[in-house]
C-alpha cells in the first residue's frame, strides 16, 4: 500500500520557467512533509518541509503547498536552473517517514 | 555541525558472501539513525531504524540485519547475499522524529 505516491515518474522544464513537482498522499495521520533532491550515486538532500497546519512554505526559489483536504502536497521551482535537475522524492512522517518513489525533473537550456 | 558516513561507497560482492557496510554520525549524540534501501528505478524504502545503542526496529522481513553497537555507528549486514540485495543503501540520521539528513551511500552490487 502505497502511502506516498508520485504519480508523474519524470518532468522536462525549461530553463527559467516554473517547475511544478506534485505528491498525494493518503494517511491522514501524517504531520509533517518533507521534499528531497537528490542527484546520481549521492544521497538525498533535504530541501523544504511544512508542517500540517500550514498551507504554505517558501525558501528562496521553492515553495512547497499542502492542500489537506485533496491530501495533496507541491513543491515549486521558480526560476528553474539546470542545477535543479536531479530526482525529487516528497516524504510524509507519522513518526516514521514514509516516502515517494521520486519525480526525476529535466531542466532543459 | 553534524556529518554523516557511509563507507565503503561501492561494493561488488558475489552470491552467499556476506556484508558489513558502516555508518557513523559526528557531531551529535543519541541521534535516531536509519538503513533504507533504493533498487533500481524505486523509492526509498525504510530496512532498519535505531533511536538507541541495542535497540533495532526491522521494517521489511529479509535477508539483512542491523546493529549498533555504540551510540553513533549503524551497521547493516548480512550472513549471506543474494542478487535481490542489490541496490544503493543509504543512512540517516534525526533528531527524534525531525527531519532526516542522508549519508552519500554504498553502491551495493550482487553478482
Known amino acids: 500500500d502505497q502511502q506516498v505516491k508520485q504519480n508523474s515518474p519524470s518532468l522536462s522544464v525549461q530553463e527559467g520557467r516554473i517547475s511544478i513537482l506534485n505528491c498525494d498522499y493518503t494517511?491522514?495521520?501524517?504531520?509533517?512533509f518533507l521534499w528531497y533532491k537528490k542527484y546520481p550515486a549521492e544521497g538525498p538532500t533535504f530541501l523544504i518541509s511544512i508542517s500540517s497546519i500550514k498551507d504554505k512554505n517558501e525558501d528562496g526559489r521553492f515553495t512547497v503547498f499542502l492542500n489537506k483536504s485533496a491530501k495533496h502536497l507541491s513543491l515549486h521551482i521558480v526560476p528553474s536552473q539546470p542545477g535543479d535537475s536531479a530526482v525529487y522524492f516528497c516524504?510524509?512522517?507519522?513518526?516514521?517517514?514514509?516516502f515517494g518513489t521520486g519525480t526525476r525533473l529535466t531542466i532543459i537550456p | 555541525s553534524q556529518t554523516i558516513h557511509q563507507w565503503p561507497a561501492t561494493l561488488v560482492q558475489p552470491v552467499g558472501s556476506p556484508l558489513s557496510l558502516e555508518c557513523t554520525v559526528e557531531?551529535?549524540?543519541?541521534?535516531?539513525l536509519y538503513w533504507y534501501r533504493q533498487a533500481a528505478g524505486r523509492g526509498l524504502q525504510l530496512l532498519f531504524y535505531?533511536?538507541?545503542?541495542?535497540?533495532i526496529s526491522s521494517e521489511v522481513p529479509q535477508n539483512l540485519s542491523a546493529s549498533r553497537p555504540q551510540d553513533r555507528q549503524f551497521i547493516l549486514s548480512s550472513k549471506k547475499l543474494l542478487l535481490s540485495d542489490s541496490g544503493f543503501y543509504l543512512c540517516?540520521?534525526?533528531?527524534?522524529?525531525?527531519?532526516?539528513?542522508f549519508g552519500p551511500g554504498t553502491r551495493l552490487t550482487v553478482l
Open positions: 494517511n491522514s495521520m501524517f504531520d509533517y
Open positions: 557531531g551529535t549524540s543519541n541521534p535516531n
Open positions: 516524504a510524509a512522517r507519522n513518526e516514521k517517514l514514509t
Open positions: 540517516a540520521w534525526s533528531f527524534a522524529s525531525d527531519t532526516q539528513y
Open positions: 535505531s533511536v538507541g545503542i541495542g535497540q
